[in-house]
């Protein structure tokens, strides 16, 4: 493993519990291989995301929705 997938590996790891402990995802199981498999709702669908850096750019995204939804309040 090389430090930048290290480092990729542990924002993956950092952003999903930052979503999960915000309740902006349902949920969000990382696996060993750095692939993630993540709902944002009890009954939406559910996302494999499989690589580290697949699982920040899908955090950007969820973080981005959020910001324009409460700028839309």
């Known amino acids: 493993m090389t430090a930048k997938s290290n480092t990729d ?4 790891i950092g952003l999903m519990t930052l979503l999960s402990d915000k309740k902006l995802l349902h949920s969000a199981e990382g696996a060993n291989d750095g692939s993630w ?7 939406g669908p559910q996302f494999v995301l ?4 697949d699982a920040i ?3 950007v ?3 981005i929705d959020y910001q324009l ?3 839309s309040r």
């Open 9 to 12: 590996e542990h924002l993956a």
């Open 37 to 43: 498999i993540v709902r944002r709702t009890r009954s």
């Open 50 to 53: 499989e690589t580290p850096t």
């Open 57 to 59: 750019e899908y955090a």
């Open 61 to 63: 995204e969820v973080l």
């Open 69 to 71: 939804e409460a700028a």
